[in-house]
């Protein structure tokens, strides 16, 4: 028996959806050769991330063994699987791999952190390869929401892994490669040791519909439309968006594109011939003086995005543009959990307009880019993996994919970030576990989840915060009397005088207590001080503020 | 004709589902008498309040018009339709009336706020009525999802008005009294002037289904379950609780209710008589001692509530209770949006814990207390209304409820919060615009919505903040350096070195280059060291912080 083993390593999207980044490796342990498979981001938001621009996984593991890394492969375009690549490269250094669209994806990602975009390498489908260390690893396309997606072949010493990527079955998928079970065989032939499988949507009881069943019940809702028709879906689902601007042509109306995301991935699908037969757009300046019944707008936002085009329609002008009664808005989309509300803020604003909103609650105008559970249960069937792995999922994902894979005698295992497995022997084994955990970008600077950062910020924003100034004088006596700065506190509460002042009175009530010992230690000074704000502040308002003390002594 | 009028003015709860508060009035235009229905709360989110503890309505048009108020009605007893009684009581001084049960329930809303619950008036239901000013109001039994809800029948000079509540058509309801037919039309026959209907459920276009229809599916799951079983869903609803008691004890299992809201909500209802027959069950403590497959626990925090009891249960033991892998976790419920990463949260840590988590995805677990639009539309012909108004919903449901009106002939009016409407003659009419809006408690502090004061706090949230002092002494000069503290922001950034550092360098250098007619004028100071302090900010870290400026000068 070989002292060498095949691992896995997921460093972030198991467990989760979102901040995709996988690690395989090959050699001694402690030794392997490593691949990355994805660097991807995750989005904040103000209940546990307020401020953060992007999330991303710890990488910290890796960059300390970079160099047992041997290239970066990226499955598709996605954010979450992509969008981490620029922000990280530097600390990582290893050639990225993927296909032409994701590619000039990947390009922009790298340019815009200043990275060089030579590192980028566009490679063709399956059946070529790329050789990196002891892994052959080949693109090999699927089906999903963006064009160009790809499951990985990764062959080692240890045998042939299949990782899906984001993936759906999917005979008639608009643009790119359909489902090619004969392919899929192919792959299979040689025996597959493991099949490192996306979950997201595994919770789906029923098989998952074709990007191509969409037309028929699109086509009918946008020629029945009477005023404008408005459009919107994630702008790199570029199949979407060319039914839908199809389906404007059909019924004898230009298409505009707004929002920059979608004309810019409508602009590299077309230059990395993803996308063919693209219908003529008119630009925001020329739809504005045509009929709006003889106008189609395709636009960002489907997520309620408060920058996005819909959002801006939702509150008025856009680049000229109005909606009014009589239009029709349509969410060619899915709401992410926890996108709820500021979509609905969007629908109820169009209703305000007049503005009919139809979405897929009916099931006619969206598809998911994710297999549902028999659609996944195929692919298993498809692989016949030794054994099965389930990633890109929540928790409850993974587990329940684990239990599909051993209900059918696959041994399986629930694997969340920073479990590596050894994928070697006929079951998979937890070997080790790896500290792992998020990365915020703030601004333009990374801090760790645990840094207490995003805390107290979470802190002022439901307590409030005081700011007391103290000066003391060269013989250790209070010049003047404490000054108190409130923020995000109300004006006054139980007494309706001002909060400020009954603050300050009893600052200065307390210095004015305070003993030599106390005035001489600004320990005990700062502890006093904030013990008898937040006092004052929960008997007038009801709330223990925040409480920062700053003392000046004049020496 | 005469020179009366008859009037409904919402204040809350037209326009959005929450802080329910719906005014009518008769009599000479801006002399009308008037009565409240309902005065409801909504729940904070992160997103727009942090740190708010409850929403209301604003009731100032209503406070100054309180010379004029005859009594206020409750509904039913959900928090968004009696939450607010205890906190406005004292500023209407109006007696309220309602059903036993609900009675209970605002008794104790009085009495937490200090008010005397002597004005809470118990009533029988239709056709017991009570008098009120030119009113005449009964309360007739709906279904719903809390025992004893009731639409109102409001008789006044200009003819009849029924106003809903919330409600459904449940024929078997298990709590309470059967939708009847009969009771209707007679409540119809002298002719209904106007119905304000709920509008909840419009968008939902197939029959709603009978709290009686679950106790199949919900016996087989309990029956089927192997280890503990714990379910979950809002305390009020009293039925739901009965029967997953009732399924616990077909299946041999003892039932403890867990959670403060669950204990108390079947304690009301079998004091007030409206529940009978509620299974005996056993206490936290006897529940620790029994095998854990025999027991079920009924527990609050269906919504994903942190503090509720199904949270504790995913984060650990919960008054000795712990769940483990076997055991299942049931959602006997929807999740509200907004509340859907806060529910997740709670089934991941489940499925950590190798608890198998069910919900109401299959459509077997739950039923909604509201009326789908094929039941609002048998309740337009029942009541053969001369006058639809749409109220209880957000904007695209009052519009798709008119809509659903004018379809039939029927004259409606979306008329939102603030809006008073004339529902004198043939047609509803919108005479007047009152100013409305939010009112935040907050601690124990009622504050505007728009006081700034959580807009600050969202501010502060977003972008950290920096507090600088500066000692300027006798003669307009520095005494010293400028001083900064920073909250909620990185440490270091761009230069990697501490970020509060440079700060108090940058504010050091302005201070050192500004003339005497910068430094004797706090104002220019204070901008100044804004500027410098931000500017630095944003070069080091890319953020722009909030900055609170304090000089104190010596005199």
Redesign the interface.
Request: charged share 30%; hydrophobic share 35%.
């Given at each position: 028996m070989s002292d060498e083993r095949l691992i896995y390593l997921p460093l972030g999207g198991a467990?989760e959806v979102g901040m995709n980044a996988y690690v395989y490796g090959y050699g001694k342990p402690g030794q392997e050769r490593l691949i990355l498979v994805d660097l991807g981001v995750t989005f904040p938001?103000?209940?546990g991330t307020?401020?953060v621009d992007l999330i991303f996984p710890d990488m910290t593991w890796l960059k300390e063994n970079r160099d047992r890394l041997e290239a970066i492969f990226i499955t598709h375009g996605h954010e979450d699987h992509v969008g981490g690549i620029g922000h990280f490269w530097a600390d990582l250094r290893a050639p990225v791999f993927c296909r032409r669209f994701t590619a000039a994806l990947a390009v922009r990602k790298m340019d815009e952190q200043g990275q060089d975009v030579e590192h980028v390498n566009a490679v063709g489908a399956w059946p070529e390869t790329v050789k990196a260390g002891p892994f052959k690893v080949g693109f090999v396309p699927v089906s999903h929401s963006i064009p160009e997606s790809s499951g990985l072949v990764i062959d080692t010493p240890a045998g042939r892994v299949v990782h899906t990527g984001d993936f759906k079955l999917d005979g008639n998928p608009v643009v790119g490669e359909a489902f090619d079970p004969k392919l899929w065989n192919e792959i299979a032939k040689p025996g597959v040791q493991a099949l490192v499988c996306d979950s997201t949507n595994i919770?789906s009881?029923n098989p998952g519909r074709s990007e191509g069943s969409l037309p028929p019940a699109l086509n009918r809702l946008v020629a029945e439309a009477e005023g404008m028709i408005v459009c919107t879906t994630f702008a790199s689902n570029v199949a979407r968006v060319k039914t839908l601007a199809d389906a404007g042509v059909a019924a004898g109306r230009s298409v505009c594109l707004l929002g920059r995301a979608m004309k810019r991935m409508v602009a590299v699908a077309i230059d990395t011939g993803v996308l063919e037969k693209f219908p003529h757009t008119v630009t925001p300046e020329e739809a504005v003086d045509l009929p709006r019944e003889s106008l189609m707008l395709i636009v960002t936002g489907s997520q309620g995005e408060r920058r996005a085009a819909s959002a801006q329609l939702s509150r008025g002008k856009f680049l000229g543009l109005t909606m009014k009664e009589g239009d029709t808005f349509l969410f060619s989309s899915k709401t992410i959990?926890?996108n709820?509300?500021g979509v609905?803020r969007i629908?109820?604003a169009?209703?305000?307009m007049?503005v009919d909103?139809v979405d897929d609650?009916?099931g006619l105008y969206h598809v998911s880019g994710h297999a549902n559970r028999p659609d996944l249960e195929a692919m298993h069937d498809l692989m016949h993996p030794k054994i099965l792995v389930p990633m890109h999922g929540?928790?409850?994902m993974l587990?329940e994919h684990a239990k599909a894979g051993e209900a059918k005698g696959i041994p399986s295992v629930v694997a969340v970030n920073g479990s590596m497995v050894d994928l070697t022997g006929p079951q998979p084994q937890i070997v080790e576990y790896v500290e792992t955990g998020r990365t915020y970008l703030?601004?333009?600077?990374k801090?760790g989840a645990l840094?207490g950062?995003?805390r107290?910020?979470?802190r002022?924003?439901?307590?409030?915060?005081v700011?007391v100034?103290l000066?003391m004088d060269e013989n250790d006596e209070p010049?003047?009397e404490p000054?108190a700065?409130l923020?995000?506190?109300?004006?006054?509460?139980?007494s309706r005088a001002p909060l400020v002042e009954l603050i300050e009175a009893a600052a200065d009530g307390f210095i004015q207590r305070a003993d030599d010992k106390v005035l001489t230690d600004d320990d005990q000074l700062e502890e006093g001080l904030r013990r008898v704000v937040r006092q004052t502040a929960v008997e007038?308002?009801?709330?223990k503020p925040?409480v920062?003390v700053?003392i000046?002594r004049?020496t």
């Open positions: 467990g938001d103000m209940d307020p401020g919770m009881p959990p926890g709820e509300r609905l629908v109820n169009f209703s305000e007049g909103v609650s009916g929540e928790h409850r587990r703030d601004g333009s600077v801090i840094d950062v995003v107290d910020r979470i002022v924003a439901l307590n409030g915060q700011f100034t000066i010049l003047g000054w700065e923020v995000g506190l109300p004006e006054e509460g139980r007038e308002i009801g709330k925040e920062v700053v000046s004049l």
